[in-house]
């Protein structure tokens, strides 16, 4: 026979059992025809036989962009994938701002208690069911609704600068245009909670300026604005403003020591004090060592607090214009130019400010910080921008303006120029009854509330070996640090009961 040499596995290599023209053992879907033996995803298994044409991990049973592996889900049924939709239930609210942005029949939450506006009962969560409430909607959602088209526009931005700039710009205006700082400040908190800005923050600078803009004046400003409000970003704002109006005028900083007096004793002071660490930076420009000399001139902790709003404002600045980013962050806080201190400060701020610049991404501003050359800046750096990141991240799930907030209370032993008679207190509790004896170098003072009291003093005010006590009984639990910077010293006291503290 003429065949006979054939073997049967010879013959099965040419079977082609679902009758489409192509062999079984070159098939990719040898039970079902598929002529065209078409393969997207290049797995050997034809698409009329694969459950998941693009190995996206959703089968195309449910994958509505099955040759798609960026893309599966489009439950608006508008053809535009969900990732690549700004708009997912196609309720005219982009998702950018759409806290329930697969659900056409809601978008609103502006109390955040999980439930849309349409079925929530007590629309602003103050208590008072809507029905009852003379004002039922929160001021936010009044003006989101009102200022929708131009927060869409902004949100809908890819890159985050153009954003920023967007938001910015919207926010000096809102402040022109409402005339309610308060009111304007809520709505910036409110899209940084709902992920339609990053960080409320310097968006909040923008309505600082615009405030000082309609009334030059400082402390009309800030009185009325809870400091803690975007992390007191509008405080910042104002007093950038106010040094910026001084240079530009030609007039001498003046009394700028004194300018947050008025708000001593509130949880407020140090948003001021900080924020005036900003406006040195514009007024002295470029001038980095004039700036870091005038926060020198006020109390220990008051000038490190100042030092703080200086460096912040200054990295943030040399970012903005940097044109050679890894040139520019190794020689932005000259090591041989700064105290120790200082150059910590500096590189912890850049830390801070490489996190706005990044939209707080860590492993971006992981990169960034890993250019610094020196082991002690590199690690402030991280410090500081892990610490921001953390920070964005808490303050859109809580509320800072509730709650224990702590106070700094300086106060004068004599009344002139040495930042050495200045007693600088942190604590929740409020001190009174400060007396001094400058002879005995005796220190006593009451306080209304058990709360941990932070004490930071000259040392030369001090005697050489203090005993601590609190209402007659010496305090083993507490914290004596000397060889602060500017021969100060730190005492921590953490009392169980109000009443007075005595240190001789």
């Known amino acids: 026979m003429t065949i006979s040499f054939l073997s049967w596995s010879g013959i099965a290599s040419f079977a082609d059992m679902d009758k489409d023209g192509v062999i079984d ?99 602003d969560n103050d208590g008072i069911i809507d029905l009852k409430d003379p004002t039922p909607i929160p001021i936010s959602q009044k003006l989101t609704e009102q200022y929708l088209t131009d927060i869409q526009r902004c949100a809908i931005l890819d890159n985050e600068t153009p954003k920023l700039l967007c ?13 309610n700082t308060v009111d304007t400040l809520e709505l910036a908190l409110t899209l940084t909670k709902l992920g339609a800005v990053g960080d409320c923050h310097f968006t909040s600078h923008e309505i600082g300026h615009a405030a000082f803009e309609e009334n030059p004046n400082v402390y009309e400003n800030l009185r009325d604005v809870d400091g803690s409000l975007c992390r007191g970003g509008f405080y910042h704002g104002v007093m950038a403003s106010y040094f910026h109006d001084l240079q530009e005028n030609g007039n001498d900083v003046g009394s700028y020591k004194t300018i947050c007096n008025d ?27 004039s700036a870091i ?75 960034l910080c890993d250019l610094i050359d020196d082991d002690v800046g590199r690690q402030y750096c991280h410090r500081g921008l892990e610490r921001e990141i953390n920070d964005a991240k808490e303050y859109k799930v809580y509320d800072p303006t509730k709650g224990v907030r702590e106070l700094v209370q300086p106060i004068w032993i004599k009344e002139n120029d040495s930042n050495k008679w200045i007693v600088d207190f942190r604590s929740p509790a409020k001190i009174s009854d400060f007396a001094y004896d400058e002879k005995t170098k005796m220190m006593q003072f009451s306080f209304d509330s058990p709360y941990r009291i932070i004490i930071y003093i000259s040392t030369d005010l001090l005697p050489e070996n203090p005993t601590v006590t609190v209402n007659g009984q010496i305090q083993n ?14 005492i921590k006291i953490l009392p169980d009961n109000p009443g007075t503290v005595v240190i001789n």
Not at 340 to 359: K, P, V, W
Not at 477 to 490: P, T, V
């Open 167 to 179: 938001y910015s710009q919207l926010f000096y205006d809102l402040e022109i245009k409402e005339e």
């Open 293 to 367: 000399n005038a926060c020198d001139q006020m109390s220990f902790y008051q000038g490190t607090i100042c030092v703080g709003g200086v460096f912040m404002q200054y990295t943030d600045n040399e970012l903005t214009r940097s044109t050679f980013l890894e040139e520019s962050i190794q020689d932005m806080c000259p090591k041989s130019e700064l105290r120790i201190f200082d150059y910590q400060q500096c590189r912890d701020n850049l830390g801070l400010s490489i996190a706005f610049h990044t939209n707080h991404n860590l492993e971006e501003g992981s990169n």
């Open 25 to 123: 053992s070159f098939d990719n879907c040898p039970n079902i025809t598929n002529p065209d033996q078409f393969d997207f995803d290049g797995d050997k298994i034809g698409n009329d036989c694969d459950v998941d044409d693009d190995n996206d991990n959703v089968v195309d049973a449910i994958d509505a962009f099955d040759t798609n592996p960026t893309e599966w889900a489009d439950f608006d049924n508008d053809g535009t994938g969900n990732n690549a939709d700004i708009d997912d239930d196609n309720d005219n609210v982009v998702d950018a701002i759409d806290a329930f942005d697969t659900n056409p029949t809601e978008w609103a939450d502006f109390d955040f208690d999980g439930i849309g506006e349409t079925q929530d009962p007590d629309d």
């Open 263 to 289: 708000f001593i004793g509130s949880p407020d002071y140090t948003k001021c004090v900080h924020g005036l660490g900003h406006g040195l930076v514009h007024y002295y420009l470029d001038d980095l060592s």
């Open 477 to 490: 639990n507490l914290e004596i640090k000397h060889g602060l910077y500017d021969n100060h010293s730190m």
